[in-house]
């Protein structure tokens, strides 16, 4: 069992290498490429669509862990349509559709046939109903975030490395089945392989194929290990940057009063990189350690309850906003 698993790594980080090898060289061939644009951190084109070969070890490890294709086949039907998004133009309508209907297939499946525990919980059409809206809208939300997030080399990598670890970690330490932990791993490995493509300097990105899975995947698998609500905020919090990040960037925007459909990119990850000049491998990092720090202390005092745990995350979040604040003021004087 321990030899087969660690093949199934070895051959997820082949794959994820070799998808982003391909990608390079062929793509602008296929018309996978990314033209920098006044909202882009690069200024040459790129390819994108890297991904893929994340893609094809998430269906390569669900298949030989015996996954029901009921759970993982509409993620992969996701995942394509996102690589047809790196190809051609999909409307913001479109994407949204496709995503809120497989969020709302696979959380139903989840149920019926894998017993989600936290779902599980709920009783009564109406809760049941509620509980699979409040999930539908974290799955497809966290799926866009991890999108919008990757804008600068390395980020969704590194991001997807150390969240997919902390929650194959968890679910190791809390004993759950084998089955979650060695699919976490996969996906570790996945990214690893096609990090070295990706940072320092990007020859592929990984597109929408990747970074639209990661967050798929890993809402749903913060989801199925959670078993009650102070579970499911602590796993959460294992993307914890990215949520913050968004958050205040939000925040910033509604109070300019912009149309939030708008392009941008005033993220912080962006000022930093744009701006201030930053190495892109520098801050990608630094988001690492923000990530392990918060997501390892959150994971530690789960036992301490529900009020512990937002308070912690409150705190951290505020400290993160007003980090964000002093970087926006100091970018504001200097224009």
């Not at 998430?58 to 790196?86: E, K, M, N, R, T």
């Not at 479109?94 to 497989?102: A, K, T, W």
């Not at 980020?155 to 089955?179: C, E, K, M, N, Q």
Request: aromatic share 12%; proline share 4%; net charge positive.
């Amino acid at each position: 069992m321990i030899i087969q698993v660690w093949f199934l790594l070895a051959a997820s980080l082949f794959i994820g290498a070799g998808g982003a090898l391909l990608v390079s060289r062929y793509g602008p061939q296929i018309g996978l490429v990314d033209n920098p644009t006044d909202r882009s951190s690069h200024l040459q084109p790129v390819a994108k669509g890297g991904g893929v070969g994340i893609l094809c070890s998430f269906i390569a490890a669900a298949a030989v862990l015996q996954i029901s294709p009921a759970l993982w086949g509409p993620i992969v039907a996701l995942s394509v349509v996102s690589l047809l998004g790196d190809r051609y133009d999909l409307s913001v309508r479109n994407r949204l559709v496709v995503q809120f209907g497989i969020a709302c297939f696979v959380l139903i499946v989840g149920v019926l046939i894998q017993g989600m525990s936290l779902l599980g919980t709920y009783s009564g059409i109406f809760p049941v109903a509620f509980g699979i809206t409040f999930f539908m809208v974290f799955m497809v939300g966290t799926a866009n975030y991890y999108n919008f997030m990757d804008g600068i080399n390395g980020i969704a990598a590194i991001t997807g490395i150390a969240a997919f670890g902390l929650l194959a970690w968890y679910a190791f330490d809390r004993g759950h089945s084998p089955v979650p932990v060695v699919l976490c791993l996969c996906l570790v490995f996945a990214c690893i392989g096609f990090l070295p493509f990706n940072m320092p300097k990007a020859r592929v990105f990984m597109g929408d194929v990747g970074s639209i899975l990661l967050g798929f995947v890993f809402a749903g698998m913060v989801i199925a290990l959670s078993e009650n609500m102070t579970e499911f905020i602590a796993l959460a919090a294992c993307l914890f940057p990215f949520y913050a990040d968004e958050l205040t960037t939000t925040i910033v925007r509604v109070r300019d009063g912009e149309r939030l459909s708008q392009p941008h990119r005033r993220h912080l990850y962006q000022l930093l990189a744009n701006e201030m000049g930053i190495d892109h491998w520098k801050i990608s990092i630094g988001y690492c350690v923000i990530q392990i720090i918060v997501g390892c202390s959150v994971l530690a005092m789960i036992r301490h309850g529900f009020w512990t745990i937002a308070s912690v995350l409150i705190f951290y979040f505020m400290v993160f906003l007003i980090m964000s604040i002093r970087v926006r003021k100091y970018v504001g004087s200097r224009q």
